[in-house]
């Protein structure tokens, strides 16, 4: 049964103490009874020993009877089978081979306690080892033996084989568990009620909801002051008890104390006595608070943008289809505004991913108060926003929300300390006459939307049939343009800039052109803006830099002398994290020094993010390079901001050089332009020179370089060699005289 359990563990009287068999107490009767006597009195022991074992083997659980040291001393078959051993082979077993190491521990504790209270002991859960040593396991019993002396002599008890039915209980355990983590406790309520559908009984696991049954008990449930969910509400409910059919999953609801909404979800079935007739409800109801309310955010998620909590375009094509239905019915107007905002990549590419989430932020709040409550602000992605101005009748009522949101997206916006401004393009399509449905409408308004970039931004355009034309144009142009590199139709002309006081070619602007094999000769103007809009510009602003440095080189083993190289710099490359790593890959691979390479940048990419901005030029100064700010004056920055960049040249926008002559405004700005840039120690260019007139004034105020027309118009790269030469043979003869 267990380990050895010795007279002392247990509190025994002797060491060598030991059961006697049952016959015993006949060899101690005495010589003075008669042979007679005790034969028949052994006759009677033995057969009342039989009769005993004929007991212990009709008891279907297993019977067992060990010494003191846990030896059997006797058992019934029932044991045997228990265990899987033959009688011959249990009695040769020792405590050790029937149990566990730590079960005999256990039961050894049984027995001590037995053996020194004298109380027995019951429903015990052990573990007995098989013949074929998987785990059996019993329900057992200790009680204590006593020989006829009436000392101890060792223990008996009755085992019950559990283990098929301890099996079935953790199975149940454990589905049972898996049940309540699934459902969530799906039924915590279990309620009664009587033939007139009032509670008569409600019974929860949660002793702390009392004030939840008090307020129950005995009434119907809409007089709970809960509302039911459906169309039919309780009316269709009622009908339903009333023909006493079972429901499920009936959601209800009600306002708590703080306005904190609660949900149940209940299941019911009717009752009917033995003889069928009806007595009532029963059925289990569950909070479902949490889950609801998890539902109403995810589809609210579904349907809102998590960043401006507008609803998103999912959403807005529910609202537009439904606008569309109305407006057929009733015969109204109204008016879809697709809305891009056009500076948008520029905040977040050089101030972060968070400085644009907070610009969107303060656009959509902005957006939403220029229009009435009863129209509808969504926001599509990205910076794409979208307006559904109900009950517009004609364009002029368009026109005058499309302005509040032009002005609403001009005022300045501070972000991370700086700044910035965006502008918006808006394109609008007008019900029924630009569209008739939901996906025509959302269309052609996108479509003007692109004529409002293409006619300078900051602008709104109605669709038109002229406007569909333009963009079929665009669709072409932009997939053209895809292939322009590989079929190598992008090439460069070169502009010189010349030293307004020696009259000699101080350098060279590289200027990309395309001609186009399905559409001509394009526009940079057309193009360019095209390849940073699509992201194209990062290939091809590779492909110029290289072949600019390419082409400067050729020009020197031809035997021109060595002349400063300006690539412009797109938004999108000054953002790319690889423009450091290109710089040096395309000089080392072309072999140019550094210093005859000048990068020109927009000032408007340097004071959006300042930081950023000033290390990266600073890291490319550090390879050699020169930078210049082009078309300067047309941004936002000042000279003042510029002194904290490491800025070489300084190229006054053309705006200001054509009306020199006759705009007082432009002239005084030019010459503020000259004198602080000549204070910096910065060189100083100015771009689309084209009359002597204009040359005159420049060269009066000081201005070191100009470049344009007056001079030479951008030119292809062989013809640029040819007016190099001839302008240095040109200085040499006029040195001589």
């Known amino acids: 049964m267990s380990a050895s359990y010795k007279n002392d563990d247990l509190g025994g009287s002797g060491s060598k103490h030991q059961a006697e068999p049952v016959n015993a107490a006949d060899e101690q009767s005495g010589d003075n009874r008669s042979s007679s006597q005790r034969s028949s009195l052994q006759d009677n022991t033995l057969n009342n020993a039989r009769h005993i074992q004929d007991i212990i083997e009709s008891i279907q659980d297993s019977y067992y009877e060990v010494d003191l040291k846990g030896n059997l001393k006797q058992f019934n078959t029932a044991y045997c089978e228990l265990l899987g051993y033959t009688a011959e082979q249990m009695w040769k077993l020792t405590p050790h081979d029937r149990h566990t190491k730590e079960m005999a521990a256990l039961i050894n504790r049984a027995f001590i306690e037995v053996y020194k209270t004298g109380v027995s002991k019951k429903s015990l859960d052990w573990e007995y080892i098989h013949k074929d040593r998987s785990t059996v396991r019993v329900e057992g019993s200790v009680n204590l033996v006593r020989d006829a002396k009436g000392e101890l002599a060792g223990f008996r008890g009755i ?294 970039k293409e006619e300078g931004k900051n602008n709104f355009q109605f669709f038109s049939k002229e406007i569909k034309t333009s963009s079929l144009k665009r669709l072409s142009l932009e997939a053209n343009l895809r292939h322009a590199l590989e079929r190598k139709e992008l090439f460069l002309h070169y502009q010189a800039k010349v030293d307004l006081v020696n009259r000699k070619i101080s350098g060279v602007e590289a200027l990309l052109r395309w001609e186009c094999a399905e559409l001509g000769s394009v526009s940079p103007a057309q193009f360019i803006p095209l390849a940073e809009e699509t992201g194209l510009i990062i290939a091809i602003g590779k492909w110029v830099l290289r072949s600019a440095c390419i082409q400067n080189m050729e020009w020197q083993r031809q035997g021109l002398p060595p002349i400063c190289m300006a690539v412009n710099l797109s938004v999108r490359q000054f953002a790319d994290a690889d423009l450091l790593d290109d710089i040096r890959a395309v000089l080392k691979e072309t072999g140019m020094p550094p210093e005859l390479l000048e990068l020109e940048i927009t000032e408007g990419m340097v004071i959006v993010n300042t930081d950023r901005a000033i290390t990266l030029l600073r890291a490319i100064k550090n390879i050699g390079v020169r930078i210049a700010i082009d078309d300067f004056g047309t941004g936002y920055s000042s000279l003042a901001q510029l002194k904290n960049f490491p800025i070489d040249t300084l190229k006054v926008d053309r705006s200001f050089i054509r009306d020199i002559a006759t705009n007082s405004k432009h002239k005084g700005i030019t010459e503020a332009i000259i004198a602080m840039g000549k204070t910096l120690s910065m060189t100083v260019v100015a771009e689309g020179v084209e009359t002597t007139e204009q040359e005159a004034f420049l060269l009066d105020h000081g201005c070191d370089e100009m470049q344009g027309y007056y001079f030479s118009k951008p030119i292809a790269a062989n013809e640029f060699a040819e007016l190099m030469l001839t302008h240095v043979e040109a200085l040499r003869v006029s040195r001589q005289v």
């Open 159 to 452: 085992l019950r084989d559990v283990t098929e039915q301890r099996k079935i209980e953790q199975a149940l355990r454990e589905s049972e568990a898996r049940f309540r983590a699934l459902t969530h406790l799906s039924s915590d309520w279990y309620w009664e009620q009587d033939e007139e559908f009032r509670f008569t009984r409600l019974e929860s696991r949660d002793a702390t909801r009392d004030s939840v049954r008090n307020e129950l008990f005995g009434k119907r449930t809409w007089e709970t002051g809960y509302d039911i969910q459906g169309d039919e509400g309780w009316n269709g409910f009622r009908q339903l008890l009333e023909s006493h059919q079972p429901f499920r999953d009936v959601v209800m609801h009600r306002q708590l104390e703080g306005e904190k909404r609660h949900f149940v979800n209940v299941s019911g079935e009717p009752v009917f006595n033995c003889e069928g007739v009806f007595t009532g409800y029963r059925g289990v109801s569950r909070e479902i608070t949490d889950q609801k309310l998890a539902e109403e955010r995810i589809q609210y998620m579904a349907t809102h943008d998590t960043l401006t909590k507008l609803p998103n375009r999912a959403m807005f094509s529910q609202l537009l289809n439904i606008a569309v239905s109305g407006a057929l019915r009733y015969q109204r107007n109204f008016a879809v505004l697709f809305i891009d905002l056009d500076r948008f990549k520029i905040v977040n590419d050089t101030l972060g991913h968070e400085a644009g989430d907070l610009l969107l932020q303060e656009i959509s709040q902005r957006f939403k108060n220029a229009i009435r409550a009863s129209d509808v602000l969504a926001r599509l992605g990205g910076d794409e926003f979208v307006i559904l101005l109900q009950e517009v009748s004609d364009t002029a009522q368009a026109s005058i929300v499309a302005r509040k949101i032009l002005l609403a997206a001009f005022d300045p916006v501070v972000l991370m300390g700086q700044e910035c401004r965006v502008t918006a393009s808006i394109g609008i399509a007008m019900y029924p006459s630009h569209g008739e449905d939901e996906p025509m409408l959302m269309k052609n308004a996108d479509i003007a939307m692109y004529a409002a």
